[in-house]
């Protein structure tokens, strides 16, 4: 069987439980529920009372589904880099992780510091990022990102972007082509099949053209995680969604194209073999595509 990663998941440390993110204001409850101020929401299932979704437990997932290795992401709302760090120490053949960085003073430091934990990415959720509480002004061409792309390869690490929905301010696409571009020798990923949702209007639907079009460019993939979640009132297998796959496909080539899942949050709205089967039921990949989509891509991007 052809090596497979999973190149978009999420870890939820036991410790996280009851513990409040002050800058967000949101605090996680029993049963998968992060509360917030004006109303809270499931980041798992709510069948895990505890709401713990840690290391152990994603791997023993992979190994009932047979996923080889998976790359642990995270953000503002909810970082936990050193329960990353952690991971990667107790299964450093089975995952690779992402860190935060944010442009304040040390930022270069705090970088090279999560790089020698073992984390060899860096990962920017751009909602988050962007929050009134965070760096509202800032763009993927803002000379305080431009530094730390900069920085980013320098280290060799990949830079992983969370773009937001199309219909959010920070959805540039132009001003995240120009950092692409920029940086030749910097390897992005672009999350969420470039966020989609929502597409309803000829210029939504235009701005998520022109950002998946960076994923052309030799340095940018795109992963295609999420997808139960942004599609979830279709229901599986998503055939928009696969006709959006088509489409990217079409542009930017198989091998630019990342399988994700976006687990445990997916997990309330698809199983994760139907996270696989969803793509080989797609009709646009073939069978070498499927071997480059489920491993061989993730591989390279994040060099793994």
Known sequence: MAFTV????????????????????????????????????????????????????????????????????????????DAIAGALACYPERLAGAMNVEPVDGWRQQMAAWKEKGLTAVKFEMRA????????????????????????????????????????????????????????????????????????????????????????????????????????AEGWPYPSAMDLLSYVKDRTGADKLIWGTDIPGTLQRATYPQMKEMFRRSGCLSGADLEKVMGQNAREAYKL
């Open 6 to 81: 999973d190149g978009h998941v999420h870890i939820v440390p036991r410790e996280q439980l009851g513990k409040e993110n002050p800058r967000f204001g949101t605090v996680l409850k029993e049963y998968g529920y992060q509360d917030k101020p004006g109303g809270g929401f499931h980041i798992m299932p709510p069948y895990i009372k505890d709401s713990c979704f840690d290391a152990d437990m994603l791997v023993h997932l992979m190994d009932v589904y047979e996923v080889d290795k998976a790359v642990i992401l995270q953000s503002l709302m909810s970082p936990v880099g």
């Open 129 to 232: 990022y962007t929050d009134k509480v965070c760096y509202p002004d800032i763009r993927y061409n803002d000379r305080r990102m431009m530094d730390i792309f900069e920085e980013a390869g320098r280290l060799d690490l990949t830079v992983t972007i969370d773009p937001a929905p199309v219909n959010f301010p920070v959805y540039q696409p132009d001003a995240f082509l120009e950092a692409v571009s920029s940086f030749p020798d910097v390897r992005f990923v672009l999350c969420h099949l470039g966020y989609p949702k929502p597409v309803d209007t000829p210029e939504e639907r235009s701005k998520w053209e022109k950002m998946i079009l960076a994923a052309a460019r030799p340095n940018c993939w795109i992963d295609l995680s999420a997808i139960p979640d942004l599609f979830d």
